[in-house]
T-cell receptor, first 114, second 113 residues
């Protein structure tokens, strides 16, 4: 079946530190992969996506590369800011009959200190 | 433009009562999803609408849960005979027909006492 395993948090970093949040998946077929972010008090927002192997998604300084050989989609940012403090969710998208379904990781909480 | 809105933002109800949660999707989005999220968990899929019809209701936990979208826009999630285990944040998302890119509302926090 399809599943997503995400690095456990919380992660605490100082401003300008390098960030990696690991995400691995199992899937049948050819899923799409996503990172969503939930800022405090707000709804989930799509951060970036990749629809096929070797694609790199990027947005707001964050990047993730769809690696089929390691079944991974790790989120990285070279220099985090306090405003990046949020919960990050890795998600896998696949077709399930009439539905384009998302399977979600448990979320990783990130706190960035000034 | 306006995003997805959900009302109420918070709902406290007694065990055994009936509740309705409303979702107003982004205009023009034909796909609408309901999820449930418990603390420390990712969203759990409940039901998916394409237009007015429920295309996938496989995530509804039991027959106390029901959702409608009569005009293909606003949707209402209905929970009968609420139980304490139903306490969670209920999320609604909408999407263009062919997209995985789902736009989420802020959620309704349901507490069953």
């Amino acid at each position: 079946g399809n599943s997503v395993t995400q690095m456990e948090g919380p992660v605490t970093l100082s401003e300008e530190a390098f960030l990696t949040i690991n995400c691995t998946y199992t899937a049948t077929g050819y899923p799409s992969l996503f990172w969503y972010v939930q800022y405090p008090g707000e709804g989930l927002q799509l951060l970036l996506k990749a629809t096929k192997a070797d694609d790199k998604g990027s947005n707001k300084g964050f990047e993730a590369t769809y690696r089929k050989e390691t079944t991974s989609f790790h989120l990285e940012k070279g220099s985090v800011q306090v405003s990046d403090s949020a919960v990050y969710f890795c998600a896998l998208g696949f077709n399930a009959g009439n539905n384009r379904k998302l399977i979600w990781g448990l979320g990783t909480s990130l706190a960035v200190n000034p | 433009g306006a995003g997805v809105s959900q009302t109420p933002s918070n709902k406290v109800t007694e065990k055994g009562k009936y509740v309705e949660l409303r979702c107003d999707p982004i205009s023009g989005h034909t796909a609408l999803y309901w999820y449930r999220q418990s603390l420390g968990q990712g969203p759990e899929f409940l039901i998916y609408f394409q237009g007015t019809g429920a295309a996938d209701d496989s995530g509804l936990p039991n027959d106390r849960f029901f959702a409608v979208r009569p005009e293909g826009s606003v949707s209402t999630l209905k929970i009968q005979r609420t139980e304490r285990g139903d306490s969670a944040v209920y999320l609604c998302a909408s999407s263009l027909r062919d997209g995985y890119e789902q736009y989420f509302g802020p959620g309704t926090r349901l507490t069953v006492t």
